[in-house]
């Protein structure tokens, strides 16, 4: 069965950092690519970044672009996201994502607080 587990999350400081892990099983983690998205309160949930399977592929969306980095390391089964010079604007639930068979499996997410 697929299981996506994230950690990493806290609280941290404007302009602090944090590295998010998702550790996978359950599937072949290197055919697949994976992304995170995140959901504050009230707000829908929203893209943050996607990387191929490979892993040489990476996308961001335009709030986080230069500020954070999503990698990977196949040989563990482990999504990362780096995330710098955090903002209050950051403060969400992260989560881990993967599109296996025609079926979007998620974990259960990460709290991150940006707050001084």
């Known amino acids: 069965q697929v299981q996506l587990v994230e950690s990493g999350g806290g609280l941290v400081q404007p302009g602090g950092s944090l590295r998010l892990s998702c550790a996978a099983s359950?599937?072949?983690?290197?055919?697949?690519?994976m992304s995170w998205y995140r959901q504050a309160p009230g707000k829908e949930r929203e893209l943050v970044a996607r990387?191929?399977?490979?892993?040489?592929?990476?996308n961001y969306a335009g709030s986080v672009q230069g500020r954070f980095t999503i990698s990977r390391d196949n040989a563990k089964n482990t999504v990362y996201l780096q995330m710098n010079s955090l903002k209050p604007e950051d403060t969400a639930v992260y989560y881990c994502?993967?599109?296996?068979?025609?079926?979007?499996?998620w974990g259960k997410g990460t709290l991150v607080t940006v707050s001084s």
């Open positions: 994502n993967s599109w296996v068979s025609g079926m979007g499996y």
């Open positions: 990387i191929t399977s490979i892993g040489g592929g990476t």
């Open positions: 359950g599937f072949t983690f290197s055919m697949y690519a």
